[in-house]
């Protein structure tokens, strides 16, 4: 892959061979080319891996090429007028079209010294650092000039915008760099404030080395229909799980197959997945009749009755946790063995923090997807965000009577032969027989009948998030 591929104009690619760049990086690769195109982006990949020329290197080019506005020529030239005139101009609010939110003063500073190389045979076009501990007078100077690019920390950007120095009506790309570490420094209502102050039409590019939590909310608050990329590195391709996806025809064959697996003779300890925290409270319900020790977890629960759960599950009276994606982040639990998702999660990147609740300390572990036929498209999307196929399984005596939908044969980018730990091909399909003998004849598991929903599993209540 060349720069010039990724559509960058020839000024800028001037200015990248100059500056002793040969190819782009993975994230630049992804990145460069959808900013280009104007696509909102949440990206977390690793330091050091070239973030600040994939967000730099399609902003430079897209703001070359938008014509000055009439109101910022016009504000350039009475500046200029006055001061040739001698007289001090009056000041007039700076109006950037891209705006650059940084944690820190060392990092605002990197990110205006890289921007000045890229751009430097781009003469319109120049950056500057609003900062904190910078003096004042100095700061009125830059701003005076109207620069395309501002470079800020937050709370600077805030007295300055206070003040009516900054307007913000102009903006066209709005980038928030170490996201994570400007909300663990407690940027976040500032942040909030400087997003309100941009106009909606902007483009947002949200770097952080995490999407999960408290970012991913405001990421996901402030992007619009945002192109996810995730250059993840081995430690969290999760490459000692198994996954694997299991079809199911409806909910009680989805219950009777839920229950087998959790009878399989290598299971230590399980957490079922499920979408809403009410599906997560009868499915406990339901197991602890069939004869497990099952307890929810999710967001409604008091935290003293989350904690005495977590307990009772490090200390191993509790089996299988079934819990919701809010409750269940950062469960750290090396004796669990297996990963159900009951229900698909809502985003990809959901389903990578939930499957990483098993194979902890460096152990294997077994993440296993009961997925309706209806729901083959969030599937791919998992394997499109994760770069691995994710193979189908049929265990025999709970096969779908409907045939799984055909997998994609082509590989999504970089996956290889071995990267698949889960035994079968891409489209192929694997008969495990069961390992347990089955206790219920042929109607399998201990539930079957208690279900009040209709039989459609594929339901798209995500009630928790
Ligand atoms: P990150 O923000 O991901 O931690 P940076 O944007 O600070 O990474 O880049 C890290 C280093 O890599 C910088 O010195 C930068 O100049 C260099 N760099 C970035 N992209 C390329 C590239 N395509 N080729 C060579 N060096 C690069
Ligand atoms: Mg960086």
Redesign the pocket.
Known sequence: MTFEALGLNTSIIKALTDA??????PV?EQAVPAAIAGKDLLVS?Q???????AFMLPSLHRLSALEPSAASRTHNQEMQAARARGERPRFKPAQPKMLVLTPTRELAL?VTT?TDKYSVNLRRLKAVSILGGMPYPKQMQLLAKNPEILVATPGRLIDHMESGKIDFSQLEILVLDEADRMLDMGFIDDIEKIVEATPDTRQTMLFSATLDGVVGNMARRITKDPQIIQIMSAANKHENITQRVHFVDDLSHKNRLLDHLLRDDSLDQAVVFTATKRDADTIADRLNIAGFSAAALHGDMHQGARNRTLDSLRRGQVKVLVATDVAARGIDVPTITHVFNYDLPKFPEDYVHRIGRTGRAGRNGLAISLVNHAEGMNVKRIERFTKQLIPVNVIEGYEPKKSAPPRSTSRPGGWKPGDNRGGAKPGQRTFSKPNAPRRDGASGGGYKGSNPRSNDGARRSYGDR
């Open positions: 002793g760049y040969t190819k782009p990086t630049q990949s330091t050091g891996s070239g973030k600040t020329a990197q890289n």
